[in-house]
Nanobody, 127 residues
Framework: QVQLVESGGGYVQLGGSLRLSCLATGRALSNLVMGWFRQAPGKEREFVATISRSGDFAEYSKSVEGRFTISRDNGKNTVYLQMDALKREDTAIYYC????????????????????WGQGTQVTVSS
């Protein structure tokens, strides 16, 4: 089992930036496809971004594409989500997710694809 701990959330002004981190322990990060999801109050958890084991491939939801960047440092067992040009609708709890997977260039974007989840970190965008 993989343990995931998110950090880096907080309050940010409209148009500002934040970088979230997700530290994975219990498994080598290089064996894991990673994802970020978010859940706003009263809404279902939704896909944000995913990155392949190799780091060569990434996918984003339409709502964040061009503003958010997912990356990984397998040596540090950490995945990042750089969030720029933040909007009010980005306010949510952000969750890191992991799936041990054989293929190195595969990305995953469905909630049910992932086996392990972090506790989440709150991001609040205010004016």
């Amino acid at each position: 089992q993989v343990q995931l701990v998110e950090s880096g959330g907080g309050y940010v002004q409209l148009g500002g930036s934040l970088r979230l981190s997700c530290l994975a322990t219990g498994r080598a990060l290089s064996n894991l496809v990673m994802g970020w999801f978010r859940q706003a109050p009263g809404k279902e958890r939704e896909f944000v971004a995913t990155i392949s084991r190799s780091g060569d491939f990434a996918e984003y939801s339409k709502s964040v594409e061009g503003r958010f960047t997912i990356s990984r440092d397998n040596g540090k067992n950490t995945v990042y989500l750089q969030m720029d040009a933040l909007k009010r609708e980005d306010t949510a709890i952000y969750y890191c997710s992991a799936k041990e997977f054989m293929l190195v260039h595969t990305t995953l974007r469905n909630f049910d694809d992932f086996d392990d989840w972090g506790q989440g970190t709150q991001v609040t965008v205010s004016s």
